[in-house]
């Protein structure tokens, strides 16, 4: 699989929340682990977004195996810019990222 990390900006400070993004007709699995990730990133942080696969990213379209783009957060949001300049806040990010990624593949094994 392919998680590639991402910070967003806006011009609008007042946005926020980290989403996950993918391309289901490159791979089929895509789908699944972008909803899996974005499921843990909605109980553990305050994101309200959903996984999307509204987005054009060459590793998406290119990708042979399951991938997704993983935007954690708005840099151009003073709340968020200070959460993500923080090691313990990135330090979660981590962790639910590989929460996500053992229920992804465990639930392949299923």
């Known amino acids: 699989m392919v998680i590639s990390l991402h910070c967003n900006a806006f011009t609008d400070s007042a946005e926020y929340g980290a989403q996950t ?13 972008a909803e899996t990730i974005q499921k843990e990133l909605q109980e553990h942080t305050d994101t309200y977004r959903e996984a ?21 957060g708005f840099l151009s949001n003073p709340r968020e810019e200070n959460l993500l300049g923080s090691a313990s806040y990135r330090r979660k990010l981590a962790d639910i990222l590989e929460r996500a990624i053992i229920k992804f593949v465990e639930e392949k094994d299923l």
């Open 52 to 72: 999307s696969a509204r987005i054009d990213h060459f590793i998406l379209n290119a990708s042979e195996v399951p991938a997704v783009t993983v935007e954690l």
């Open 21 to 33: 993004f993918y391309n289901a007709q490159r791979h089929p699995e895509s789908g699944r682990l």
